[in-house]
Structures are given as structure tokens and as C-alpha cells.
Nanobody
Framework: VQLQASGGGLVQAGGSLRLSCAAS????????MGWFRQAPGKEREFVGW????????RYGDSVKGRFAISRDNAKSTVYLQMNSLKPEDTGVYYC?????????????????WGQGTQVTVSS
């Protein structure tokens, strides 16, 4: 599975961005998808997840109520809608694919990773 993340950019606090993750590969729709982010000097952090089985979603505590994940299997694309952005949301955002239908928040549970897209939120 190959993943291509896009949609990052510079936005003011309170603004919105939508990230996309396009997947290719024979069984890309059979993977649950996660979003992670990494700020300079910090560890990669779980942002959210969507199951391939029933499209259920889960989010990290820091983004609950502000971010939403969706997927369009016909386009093999997963989206991360980010609203009410804060400066602390700044980082490189990565999409990743996991073969598990259950929620996985740890990076070792993900087999494939996109290249990352930079999100910068100014105050």
C-alpha cells in the first residue's frame, strides 16, 4: 500500500484545514487508517483512526470535538478535517495504514506510512 498525504499549509488560529491521504495498492480499502502528527522535538502522537470494517472513528484527547476523519473507499482516500486549529496543532501530519479493524493508537501497529504534510498554525 502506498500513501500520499496532502493538504497541509499555514493557517491562523481558529481556522480550518482538510488533509487528504490517497492510498493505492490492491487491498488499500482493507486497512484501517490512522493520522499521527509530530512536532519538532516531540514524539509522534496519535491524532485519530477510522476502521475499514464499519468506519467507526476514535480521536486523541487533544483533538476530540475539533477534528473529524472520514474515508471515501471509491476514491481510496481518507480525510482529516481540522477545525478550530490551535498553535499547538502545528506539526507534520502523517497518515498510516493498519491491517487491524480494531483501534490501534501505537505506531508499531501501522504497516504503511505516508510522507507527511506540514501544518503550521499561527497565533
Amino acid at each position: 500500500v502506498q500513501l500520499q498525504a496532502s493538504g497541509g499549509g499555514l493557517v491562523q488560529a481558529g481556522g480550518s484545514l482538510r488533509l487528504s491521504c490517497a492510498a493505492s495498492g490492491r487491498t488499500s480499502t482493507s486497512y484501517s487508517m490512522g493520522w499521527f502528527r509530530q512536532a519538532p522535538g516531540k514524539e509522534r502522537e496519535f491524532v485519530g483512526w477510522i476502521s475499514y470494517r464499519d468506519r467507526s472513528t476514535r480521536y486523541g484527547d487533544s483533538v476530540k470535538g475539533r477534528f473529524a476523519i472520514s474515508r471515501d473507499n471509491a476514491k481510496s482516500t481518507v480525510y482529516l478535517q481540522m477545525n478550530s486549529l490551535k498553535p499547538e496543532d502545528t506539526g507534520v501530519y502523517y497518515c498510516a495504514a493498519s491491517p487491524w479493524y480494531q483501534l490501534k493508537t501505537g505506531t508499531p501497529e501501522y504497516d504503511y506510512w505516508g510522507q507527511g504534510t506540514q501544518v503550521t498554525v499561527s497565533s
